[in-house]
């Protein structure tokens, strides 16, 4: 699958395909009020010590006429928050201990889990936008079919997926330090 959308991501981008143009854009991507959830250190993932994960449902309109992927690309494109990936989240809890993350849901539902091994559970949908701040591990337990993340990070940063806990030291150590990005205003 990433192939695929690789390609169509491509095709579209190119050639302007089904993609809002950027007045479209304003009225497609509105505010909803943040839920904000807490993960505590569980000796495998750290989390952010003071910064919470933040996810708005449904702030997203994806109406047919346009990609859905595109819209959230544009958009990530639109506030700096670097460059997008299009994909699903894996199977096995990660995180990043230099970078905040944001994860647009543009197809499909899942169901996630946030903050570690026996942290938050969550069921997304297209049009849902996830925050996750440093250390935020996350997996997807579930998903649709069809389900595709649109997934950026802050230009010219370091990236890095911490997975097992010989990351956890480290990560310890760096994650209170991350600065706060443009991506937080999401």
């Not at 047919?64 to 096995?92: H, V, W």
Request: proline share 5%.
């Amino acid at each position: 699958m990433p192939i695929v959308e690789t390609e169509r991501r491509l095709s579209r981008r190119s050639t302007g395909w089904r993609r809002a143009l950027s007045n479209d854009l304003d009225r497609l991507v509105g505010s909803r009020k943040a839920n904000t959830f807490c993960s505590k250190d569980d000796g495998l993932v750290s989390n952010h010590p003071h910064w919470n994960l933040i996810v708005h449902r449904g702030p997203v309109k994806l109406p047919e006429q346009f990609d859905p992927a595109a819209i959230f690309q544009d958009f990530t494109d639109a506030t700096a928050l670097g460059s997008s990936c299009l994909n699903g989240i894996y199977d096995y809890v990660h995180y990043r201990s230099h970078i905040p993350e944001v994860l647009g849901l543009a197809r499909g539902s899942g169901k996630l889990q946030f903050g570690g091994r026996w942290s938050r559970t969550l069921s997304l949908e297209a049009g849902d936008i996830a925050l996750l701040f440093a250390g935020t591990g996350h997996h997807c337990l579930d998903a649709s079919d069809d389900f595709l993340v649109v997934g950026a990070c802050p230009p010219k940063v370091t990236y890095d997926e911490c997975t097992e806990s010989k990351h956890h030291s480290r990560a310890v150590r760096i994650i209170p330090e991350v600065a706060r990005s443009r991506g937080d205003q999401v």
